[in-house]
Every structure is written in C-alpha cells, then in structure tokens.
C-alpha cells in the first residue's frame, strides 16, 4: 500500500505526520519513505525513532556489501567466528527482548542480497547469519527504510512494506513556511510560485535537482544577512542544481535586486 503525503507546511505540524506514519508502525509495519532528498525523510524517521528503546542507524553508500551491514570479518582468536555488523547487532537486542528500530537510510543503494536478508527478518521474524546461526527479532524489531527516487527497490521487498511519499510542498504551504522564516509576504510568494513550478519541472522530466526545505532555509538566512534575492537563491537553494539560469531569470523577472 502507498500512502502519499506532502511535507508539511511548518515544522509545528511535523507531529501530525509522524502520528500518521506512527499508527502504521504500531500495528507491527515496516515503512519505506520514499520522496527526494531534503523533504522531511530523515526527520521524520528521527521523530518516530523516539517510540522505541533503542535505534540503530545505518547509511548504505554505494559499495556497501552484505559483510559491512550484517556479519563481516573473521575475528582470529576469538570464539566468535565474525564481526557482528549494525543489522545483526540490532536483531540480536530485539532478541533479547528490547523494542528496536532499525534505521536504513541510502536504501537505494543496497544490493538484492540485504533486501533478502531484510524480507525475512520482516516475515519469518528471523536474520539468518553466517555458520547456520539464526537470530529471532520476534515482532521487537522494526525497519524504516529511507529512499530517493528513482531507487532500485525489488517488488518481492515492496510487497512487505508500507511505502510513505514524501512530496514537495506546493506553492501555499512553501509561502506559509518562508513567511514563518522571516521573509516578507511579497517576496515570499514570488519565492514560491517559482520554487514549485521548478520543482514540478523537475518532476515531470525524471530530474531528481529539487529545491529542497533545507535550501529554502539557507535562501532565508542569506536574504537576512543582507544578500541580493538572485545571489541567495544561487548560493542557498541552488547550490546543487543543474537548472540555474531560467530560475534565476525568472527570479528576477519578478524579484530583481
């Protein structure tokens, strides 16, 4: 099932998206979030991380193998026969009977072996590690996974978890969230109407160079220092995009310095 969800509007509100995603959680679902980076994944998968008695965060970075997430090394000398890696570490205290999370982010770089390790954790209830050891979660450990789009995730892997689209905001609830930041009603709508149409350019031609919250923010705090509007948004919110030159005739088409 998808549940499509745009970011909200102000941080005041991220709680009732976090109850939304909660009540998934609590009846014993893994969640994948889903959208582009900088629209809330992160934080959201923070907040609901507070429900549970301990959390384990990994990153998988292009490259990660199976080895670095769940069971790596051969330790000489020693009675164990590996290294556990952060998965098995989180399985073996959901064993022992704590309420765990487990927090992917960068799932769109793991490769089809760890989405099979994962599907059985999340439907036999069970990390099967190197030696013919088993370690059994129970219902005590739950997945989040975080993902950009486009990600590379296997349908047998969908088909057990609840996929939750992050969206860009539209254009109202982008001017309501500047105006909070400090920036004037003018120039606040302006700022929008152009962030969204760029956003929802980018969306239609397979683009993945949003502007995110985080560089809506960094255009308020540069304008508060006194930064020209076009200067601000090339340093601020278009820093990592490929697609400079029309926003920013377009920026001062309607917000000249």
């Not at 990390?127 to 059994?136: A, D, E, K, N, V």
């Not at 949003?210 to 919110?237: D, F, H, K, P, W």
Request: proline share 7%.
């Amino acid at each position: 099932m998808v549940h499509t969800v745009s970011a909200p509007p102000l941080a005041l509100h991220l709680h009732g998206l976090r109850d939304r995603v909660g009540v998934l959680i609590d009846a014993g679902l893994h969640v994948l979030l889903w959208g582009p980076p900088g629209w809330g994944k992160t934080t959201l998968s923070g907040d609901l991380a507070r429900r549970f008695d301990e959390v384990v965060n990994t990153t998988v970075w292009p490259g990660t193998d199976e080895a670095t997430l769940i069971a790596g090394r051969v330790l000489a000398g020693t009675e164990t026969p590996y290294e556990l890696g952060p998965w098995a570490r989180a399985a073996e205290r959901a064993e022992a009977g704590g309420r765990v999370l487990l927090r992917i982010a960068e799932a769109q770089n793991m490769p089809t072996v760890c989405h099979q390790h994962l599907a059985s954790l999340s439907g036999n209830q069970a990390l099967h590690l190197p030696g013919g050891r088993t370690i059994h979660t129970g219902s005590r450990l739950t997945v989040i996974l975080e993902a950009n789009p486009p990600a590379r995730i296997p349908d047998f892997m969908l088909d057990r978890l609840q996929r939750v689209e992050l969206r860009p905001w539209p254009v109202e609830a982008i001017e309501a969230w500047m105006q909070t930041q400090g920036l004037g009603d003018p120039e606040a709508a302006a700022i929008a109407r152009l962030v969204a149409s760029h956003n929802d350019s980018e969306a239609r031609t397979g683009g993945n160079k949003l502007i995110s919250v985080r560089g809506l923010s960094a255009y308020c705090r540069l304008r508060a220092v006194g930064l020209g509007a076009t200067q601000a948004a090339e340093l601020g919110m278009l820093s990592h995009c490929d697609h400079r030159e029309p926003f920013l005739t377009a920026l001062q088409a309607v917000w000249p310095d």
